[in-house]
Nanobody, 120 residues
Framework: QVQLVESGGGLVQAGGSLRLSCAAAGRTFSSYAMGWFRQVPGKERDFVARISRSGGSTTYADSVKGRFTISRDNAKNTVYLQMNSLKPEDTAVYYC?????????????WGQGTQVTVSS
């Protein structure tokens, strides 16, 4: 089991920045690649970013590329999402998730989510 807790969401004006954190407890954090997703009410959950177990490889959705940065600190069991140049369309509940080490792309564990609201 891996328990994930997100924090850092809030209300920000367009053009502003936020940094989300996701603290992990349980099994060895460094065994998991980690992802960030977001969801708007009534829509499917969308992929935002992913980081490999070591942090050496990252992937981003086109909609956030160049504005968001995913990183991790395995010593602190934490993954981060730095969000810059925020837009109203970035408004969503943001979730972190742990990727299955055997079947990549199947995220086994999810946090409860943190709300990000970007005002225009």
């Amino acid at each position: 089991q891996v328990q994930l807790v997100e924090s850092g969401g809030g209300l920000v004006q367009a053009g502003g920045s936020l940094r989300l954190s996701c603290a992990a407890a349980g099994r060895t954090f460094s065994s998991y690649a980690m992802g960030w997703f977001r969801q708007v009410p009534g829509k499917e959950r969308d992929f935002v970013a992913r980081i490999s177990r070591s942090g050496g490889s990252t992937t981003y959705a086109d909609s956030v590329k160049g504005r968001f940065t995913i990183s991790r600190d395995n010593a602190k069991n934490t993954v981060y999402l730095q969000m810059n140049s925020l837009k109203p369309e970035d408004t969503a509940v943001y979730y972190c998730a742990a990727d299955n080490p055997v079947v990549p792309g199947i995220y086994d564990y999810w946090g409860q989510g943190t709300q990000v609201t970007v005002s225009s």
